[in-house]
């Protein structure tokens, strides 16, 4: 049974490695675009989700950035736990998520950044060597304890009105060991997911990928899209 296991999740990595999206992300203040509506796993609507992408390479910063901003729209319930602090399991409600790593193959690490309505962020770098999340494999994670310390953060905003929330991220890229500030040509992998929740529904969640994997598992990295810094 578990050989049976471990070949459906490789064939079906397999049969989606040429289909993942690619995005090319400009310098700021050009930006690049991600727009989403896909469930993981696939197969039903989902709210809309909007992910722009620029970087930055100012000398006057300690390290290149990565520039995102994350729009939910129809967001119903902007469902947080105002107990949550940094590095909380904040994924447990709504959130809006993006995996990253540095290089053209799915990787066996990478950084899992997260904010909820509350402006509250989870980052950490993730162990996951079988890149699938195998039951019979490792899989880790080590936290960024001082986020705002090493120039990452979020400002988020709410409009209930309009249903909608939206952040604004840095990312230091001398995270993923970049060489220098020339970061033209570079490919990275990346994966961007909402997961949406209601006070009358937790824990029981919507969730929403840029590349749904085939399960409800959002470390699957043979589906994290393809990205090039143009």
């Avoid at 992300?25 to 197969?43: A, L, N, T």
Wanted: charged share 20%; glycine share 4%; aromatic share 14%.
């Amino acid at each position: 049974m578990l050989l049976n296991s471990l070949l459906v999740c490789a064939l079906g990595a397999a049969m989606t490695v040429s289909a993942v999206p690619s995005v090319k992300v400009p310098e700021c203040p050009r930006k690049g675009q991600i727009v989403f509506d896909k469930s993981v796993p696939p197969g039903s609507k989902f709210p809309k989700t909007q992910v722009d992408l620029c970087y930055s390479t100012k000398p006057s910063k300690a390290s290149p950035m990565l520039h995102l901003t994350f729009t939910a729209y129809d967001e119903q319930h902007f469902h947080f736990n105002p107990a949550q602090g940094t590095n909380d399991d904040i994924w447990e409600y709504s959130v809006m998520e993006a995996f990253i790593q540095r290089g053209d193959e799915p990787p066996q690490t990478y950084l899992e950044f997260e904010v909820n309505p509350n402006n509250v962020t989870y980052q950490s770098f993730i162990y996951n060597p079988s890149r699938v999340r195998a039951d019979d494999a490792p899989f880790d994670h080590a936290f960024i304890s001082d986020p705002f310390g090493d120039g990452m953060f979020a400002e988020t905003t709410l409009d209930r009105p309009a249903k909608t929330w939206r952040s604004d991220v840095q990312i230091p890229l001398a995270l993923f060991n970049v060489a220098g500030r020339n970061l033209r040509g570079t490919h990275w992998r990346m994966n961007f997911f909402r997961t949406i929740t209601s006070p009358e529904t937790f824990p029981a969640q919507q969730l929403g990928a840029w590349s749904p994997p085939f399960k409800a598992s959002f470390h699957i990295t043979p589906y994290f899209g393809h990205v090039i810094f143009v």
